[in-house]
């Protein structure tokens, strides 16, 4: 079973933005899905990004498309998570998640960082 890692969290302004890294270890990592997720006190879990094994395939959550940007590099078993023009709204937990399918990961199956808080000030 893989093991996931997130940093790159942090405080930022509005309007700034910032990188999440998730490292894994464990098992081949090239051959996952890996996901994005974040959860807000008082929220539901939120999808916000996904990339297939390959990095041929991307798809965002409405509320972030056009701002944040996945990608990956199995030669360092890493997925990033650029995120630009934050917004005051994008504060919660980021959590990175991996699996066969995207399916899995946004029924919440799969393997699950830690998670790493994202804290965007007005």
């Known amino acids: 079973q893989v093991q996931l890692r997130e940093s790159g969290g942090g405080l930022v302004q509005a309007g700034g933005s910032l990188r999440l890294s998730c490292a894994a270890s464990?098992?081949?990592?090239?051959?996952?899905?890996v996901g994005w997720f974040r959860q807000a006190p008082g929220k539901e879990r939120e999808f916000v990004a996904a990339?297939?094994?390959?990095?041929?395939?991307?798809y965002y959550g409405d509320s972030v498309k056009g701002r944040f940007t996945i990608s990956r590099d199995n030669a360092k078993n890493t997925v990033y998570l650029q995120m630009n023009s934050l917004k005051p709204e994008d504060t919660a937990v980021y959590y990175c998640?991996?699996?066969?399918?995207?399916?899995?990961?946004?029924?919440?199956?799969?393997?699950w960082g830690q998670g790493t808080q994202v804290t965007v000030s007005s």
């Open positions: 464990g098992v081949t990592f090239s051959r996952y899905v």
């Open positions: 990339i297939t094994w390959s990095g041929s395939s991307t």
């Open positions: 998640a991996g699996g066969n399918t995207i399916l899995i990961l946004r029924t919440g199956g799969g393997s």
